[in-house]
């Protein structure tokens, strides 16, 4: 499935690139609208990829020691141009030194991506998230703080449920993400929680053990 879409992008590329030819602007602006719907198609074919492994019962994990400050780096990098259309800052208050973890890197940093995407989708334009991270004995604890509308009390369970959307929520969404996070942050033997004000943010924090 991720075939013919990754080659649509790399199709994309060659014509952004004007290597084809030279655009005119309503036909940048048109592939500028396809490139979004086909980054959105990608997100949402992972989605569906990632929740047949959980629904098969059948997570495959790659349990490796892994440094930690890589994978926050990855969910970055991988959200930094969605930050940018919103304006939104994104500030790394990083731990001087983090140990290493067992995780399945790749995996997790799909999970940190998530949740940074999430902090994008539900904050206002021009709104600062913190990412931060830190050494609680055993385990290492990332967390992704907004300033956005942040989760009524009676939903902060059931978000991790699949399907589950706010009731109200306006962005468009699967409600998908986070209950396939819960199950892969889980099968690491760490876990995924929030803590969240009513109209204030919230804070998505995940766990891993670190490596002893
Ligand atoms: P999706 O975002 O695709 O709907 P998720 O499983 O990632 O699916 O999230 C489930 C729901 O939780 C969202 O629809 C939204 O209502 C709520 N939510 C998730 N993250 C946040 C956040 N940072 N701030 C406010 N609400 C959130």
């Not at 995407?117 to 991270?133: E, L, V």
């Amino acid at each position: 499935m991720k075939t013919p879409i990754s080659s649509i992008k790399m199709s994309l590329q060659l014509l952004e690139n004007e290597q084809i030819g030279p655009l005119n602007p309503e036909q940048s602006q048109l592939l500028e609208s396809i490139r979004e719907d086909t980054t959105r198609l990608l997100s949402i074919t992972d989605e569906l990829l990632n929740m047949t492994q959980v629904e098969s019962g059948n997570i495959q994990l790659s349990l490796l020691p892994a440094d930690p400050q890589r994978i926050i780096q990855y969910a970055l990098n991988a959200t930094r141009t969605q930050a940018e259309h919103k304006n939104v800052r994104i500030q790394w208050q990083g731990a001087e030194k983090l140990p290493l973890v067992f995780a399945d890197s790749e995996k997790t940093a799909w999970v940190l991506t998530n949740l940074i995407a999430n902090a994008i989708r539900y904050s206002y334009d021009n709104a600062t998230i913190y990412i931060t991270a830190e050494q609680s004995q055993s385990q290492v604890k990332i967390s992704v703080r907004d300033t956005g509308q942040g989760i009524a009390p009676d939903y902060q369970d059931k978000i991790f449920e699949r399907y589950f959307r706010v009731p109200g929520t306006k962005k468009e969404g699967t409600g998908l993400g986070l209950s396939i996070s819960k199950e892969f942050m889980e099968a690491q033997g760490g876990d995924i929680y929030v803590k969240s004000e009513f109209g204030a943010g919230s804070i998505f924090t995940i766990t891993l053990n670190v490596v002893l």
